[in-house]
Each structure stands twice: as C-alpha cells, then as structure tokens.
C-alpha cells in the first residue's frame, strides 16, 4: 500500500524492480516531521538533539567503501570507463544477483521509503533520483541532500532517470562472482540503477549519485566537479578545490560572498551549479567559533550521524571520536544564511586548487597555466602528516585525480581537458594555494595562519595579486608573486622563509617532492598530452 505524495510512474517502479506491495507498505515523499516519527519509532539509538536535529546511527560501518564499489559490465559502457584504480568491473550477471537479493530483502519488510528529488540545479540539466531505502534516517538523509521538489513537482514527477534501491542492512553474498566482502555498491549505467548491500552508511548514496553525475554529464557537454563555488557582490564566480584538510570548506565560506554550494558542481556553457540541494558537514570538533553558520545549521531537519550527546539534556559532544571521527551533518543547503537559492552562477573568474603541502616547500600562493591547471587537477595533491609511531614525523603526499579520484568514470584527463577548454573561453586565472606549512616542513615549520590564506583569497577577489610582480619558484616551475597586501614578504617565498639552520635541505625537498609528482603521473602519462607532460617538475 501507498502513503504519501506520489504520482502514476511509482507503482510501475515497484513492479518492475519486483517490489511486492501485498505486505510491504510504501511511504513516499514524506514530511520531515513524519520521517523523524518514524526513525524514533523504528530506530534503535534515534533520538532528538538538544537544538532539534535528528541523532542518528549508521551502523556497524561510518564512512564510505570505496573498495566494494562496482560497475556493471554493461555494452556501450565497458569501453567508455577508466578502469583500474577506482573503478572495478562487475558482471552483469552478479550486479543481476545482487538486484535480486536487495529485493528479496525488501519484500520481507513491513516498510519501505521513497525519496524522489533531483541531482542538478539547473533544470535543463538536471537529473530525476528516485531513491527506495528501507530506514526512515536514510530517506531524511536523501530528502536533505537531493534538490526537493515541489508537490505539484512530485506529482508530475515521472519516471526517474536513476534509481538507487538502498538494502543496505543486508549483506551481499560474499560467494557471488566480483564480491569483496560482504558490502556492494554496484552501479549499472545501462540498468540506471545502483544497489547497495551491506553497509547503513548515508554517504554512499550521496557519492553514489556524484559518480552517476560524473557519467552523465560529461556526455552532454558539462562538466563536473568536486569543488565548493562561492560568488562576489559584483558576481565574480570562484571555484575551490582541495582535498580533506586543505581548507576548501573554511576559506570558501566568506560572509561577503554567496555560497552557491561547498561539494558537487557543473560547470555548463550557461554556467555553474550545484548539483545538490544540502550539505554534508564534517561535525568533529565544531564549535559556533569555528564555524557558526554550520553550527546554527544543526536544527530541526537536519539528520546529525554517529556522534555522542548527553542523555540528559541531549547536548552532543562535539569533541568526541568514541564513535567515529568522521562525524557528519547533513541539512538543507537553505540553513546556511548566505545561501544563493537557487544555486546557480555565472562562469568562474577565478579558480582556486588548494593543497595543505606538509613538505613546506609549496609556495602560498602561485599562478598557474593552463597546461600547470591540468597537471596540478589531475595531480590533485596534498600531504597528511604520519603518525607518531616509532617517532615517523615524515609527511606523506597524497594523490586524488581531479580533486575527486573515487568518484571518477572517465580518465581524468578528460574532465581536464574539459577543464582547460572552458578555463580558455572564459578567461579563467587559475591559482595554486598552499594552506599546509611553512618555514620548514612539518615538525620545523609551522603552519600557514589562517588570516594569511584568507588574504591571499582577498587579493585574487579583488584583483591585487593579478596586477603583482613574479618569480618563479625551482623545479615546480611556479610563478609566485613577490607582494600581497597583508601578507609577509619573507612568507610568499618558501625558501626565504626556512630557517638558516635548515635552509640547505630546501632544494632536496623541493626534488623529492617534485619525484612524487613524477612517479604519481605515470598512470595518466598514456593519455597525456605533451602540454601537460611539460608542466611535471623539472628535477
């Protein structure tokens, strides 16, 4: 039986996913508040937070698998897909297996939910998601992250251009041809669906539709991007990428721009947007200092995962990691103040990669040529510092191609040459900044001050670094400007700015993080141009 707002096509979705509706009852669409009756009905560990948002556990996994991900084996598509370190074949016969068994599953339920909403802002684009879960957190979860459409929309809704059947609290059989491990996530471009078996993680349903996007779009001439877009008074457009821990989220939250989106966007020949209709916050050590407007976003509606709270007065301990240290919040992107609604843009001005190089030897800012923005996206670098065990301070580079690397389909060079075609056209100036350390490497130098890279936004927004004096900086070949308002001199050059007692190890680490560049773009050099090539350190 059917509950809730509907229109005609959702009855043929049941019956031709094989969905019985003689047991199972189907809630579709539901309100916000409905949905936060039934996950404290239904979900053992739900309960309110003291701000109103909804606490939420996702089970024994909490965070994403990337390894159990799949594509189908689907004619038209094995020949189109970068497979290799990301994307890992599935038969179709096991992706038709695994189909089967998240059915069979539903069908002995009492209930099931469907979210039905669109990926994309821009409706000449975007895509229709029809999402069929079986835990009311899970169809909140999607409610937030997918754009909402109107009731006169979901009653004309139609039939979806994706499907996700999320069964998520049954394994996969672990004996299926392909399988891993007992949790799948399985995607079939021909099918239009993905299945997910084995893990209650929210997140892969999110990223899931990102890779879905990643197929699509492209296809159609836009191209997509895992960046956060801000834009200025005079409707200047910035796209910001980096990696976890680069600052991408802080530095593009700016209370003198608008947030267009701070995760998933495409970029059109109309223009820029998001391609969702939420945020998915990291929740660990926020604080209303830090971060107030995601802090004051954590309110009615917004679904908040794995994080402790006090039993008493139900006030959630931001600081703890008992559970995991990737906890997250996901809310409406409308609870963010200077939110553009709807979340579409004019073309970029600038472009923004950020890295957190714990080496110390990246400048804070560089500009960068287009052939050196595709190098640097397709590298897509940072470093995270390596524990403390047996006393290891090394740093350790890490690569993402594109900024983005999981949820790839194509080879990465050719969302870079998109990149640099649209970069061209619309006269786009590209800059790499360095928030990681400076004066030495990590455990010698220290971190760049947050203000410094606020500044250095500043001045690209404001045309100061356009019009500044350069170097250019050894082997990487960068062009660092010698002047930025607000900013040091001695701090703009790297190499200054090491200490005498240290400064002969420079140039060695310059070299050898220039090699780790080198041998990281070996698996992309057979699609390469020679443009690209040139733009690799010179040791």
């Known amino acids: ?97 695994n189909h089967e068994r998240a059915v069979d599953y539903l069908n002995t339920l009492d209930r099931v939910y469907v979210v039905d909403g669109y990926a994309g802002w821009d409706p000449k684009y975007r895509l229709k998601i029809r999402v069929i879960c079986t835990r009311p957190y899970h169809a909140l979860f999607m409610r937030n992250m997918l754009i909402r459409p109107t009731k006169a929309e979901i009653e004309k809704f139609g039939e979806p251009d994706f499907t996700i059947l999320n069964a998520g609290k049954f394994p996969a059989n672990r004996f299926t041809e392909g399988m891993g491990s007992e949790t799948s996530v399985a995607l079939s471009f021909l099918k239009k669906q993905m299945i997910i078996l084995g893990t209650e993680y929210a997140g892969e349903m999110k990223k899931g539709i990102f890779t879905v996007m990643h197929y699509y779009m492209p296809k159609r001439g836009v191209l997509s ?85 006090d039993s008493l007065f139900h006030e959630v301990d931001y600081d703890s990691g008992v559970i995991t240290e990737n906890t997250r919040a996901a809310y409406p992107i409308e609870y963010i103040p200077n939110a553009q609604i709807p979340c579409v843009c004019t073309h970029p001005t600038n472009i923004i990669m950020l890295t957190c190089d714990a080496f110390g030897v990246l400048p804070p800012v560089s500009k960068l040529t287009s052939s050196q923005a595709m190098y640097h996206f397709i590298s897509g670098y940072t470093a995270k510092v390596a524990g403390t065990e047996e006393g290891v301070t090394e740093p350790e580079a890490t690569f993402s191609a594109c900024f983005g690397q999981p949820f790839l389909v194509f080879h990465p060079v050719k969302y870079a040459t998109m990149l640099a075609e649209k970069m061209k056209e619309h006269k786009v100036n590209v800059w790499l900044v360095n928030t990681g350390w400076n004066g030495g490497p990590y455990g010698k130098g220290s971190r760049i001050k947050l203000r410094y890279s606020r500044a250095i936004i500043d001045a690209i927004h404001s045309g100061d670094l356009e019009k500044a004096e350069y170097k250019t900086s050894p082997v990487f070949n960068l062009q660092v400007p010698t002047t930025c308002p607000e900013v040091p001199s001695q701090i703009l050059d790297p190499e200054l700015s090491w200490p005498t007692d240290i400064a002969g190890t420079y140039i060695d680490s310059v070299r050898k993080l220039g090699k780790l560049f080198i041998d990281n773009f070996k698996i992309f050099e057979d699609k390469a141009t020679p443009d690209i090539l040139e733009s690799a350190p010179k040791l």
């Open 1 to 97: 039986m059917f509950y809730g707002i509907q229109d005609d096509t959702v009855e043929q979705t049941f019956k031709s996913e094989g969905i019985d509706l003689t047991n199972v009852d189907a809630k579709l669409n539901l309100s916000v508040p409905a949905l936060y009756a039934d996950a404290l009905r239904y979900e053992k560990g739900s309960a309110f937070s003291s701000t109103g948002a909804l606490i939420t556990r996702s089970g024994r996994k909490t965070g994403r698998s990337p390894k159990d991900k799949r594509i189908a084996q689907d004619p038209g598509v094995v020949d189109e897909v970068w497979w290799g370190p990301v994307n890992t074949m599935l038969s179709q016969r096991s992706f038709e297996v």
């Open 225 to 309: 991007l895992h960046s956060s877009v801000n834009v200025g008074q005079d409707n200047d457009v910035t796209l910001f990428f980096g990696l976890s821990g680069t600052g991408k989220t802080t530095l593009s939250a700016d209370v003198k721009r608008n947030l267009i989106g701070d995760d998933e966007h495409c970029w059109s020949d109309e223009g820029v947007f998001n391609i969702e209709g939420g945020c998915y916050a990291k929740a660990i050590n926020l604080s209303a200092d830090k971060e107030p407007e995601i802090f004051d976003a954590i309110r009615f509606g917004t679904v908040l995962e794995n994080v402790e709270y």
